[in-house]
């Protein structure tokens, strides 16, 4: 059974940093992709950025620059540093495995709240 177990996040103040991580584990197969999700009150939830085992990376347009996705393939772990923090990126973060293009894991978010 995959689990999704993700840590770090908090509460920072603007311009600060903060680290998430998030560990897969149970069936994993190779050749998959893990990536973050937010979703702040009152909206949807929006796709963040993606990394495959290969390293190949996507970021939203609102967050290069300032955030980073890296990953850990001998340890199925996902890293999301992010810095310049602003209120807006104030949010539930979930990370989420894709294998297969087909099946979907998420972790169980963490809150990150940026204060001004």
């Known amino acids: 059974q995959v689990q999704l177990v993700e840590s770090g996040g908090g509460l920072v103040q603007a311009g600060g940093s903060l680290r998430r991580s998030c560990a897969a584990s149970g069936g994993i197969f190779g050749g998959n992709t893990m990536g973050w999700y937010r979703q702040a009150p009152g909206k949807q939830r929006e796709w963040v950025a993606t990394?495959?085992?290969?390293?190949?990376?996507q970021l939203l347009n609102s967050v290069t620059g300032r955030f980073t996705i890296s990953r850990d393939n001998a340890k199925n772990t996902v890293y999301l540093q992010m810095n310049s923090l602003k209120p807006e990126d104030t949010a539930m973060y979930y990370c989420?495995?894709?294998?297969?293009?087909?099946?979907?894991?998420w972790g169980q978010g963490t809150q990150v709240t940026v204060s001004s």
């Open positions: 989420r495995l894709t294998m297969r293009s087909s099946y979907f894991y």
């Open positions: 990394i495959t085992t290969g390293g190949s990376t």
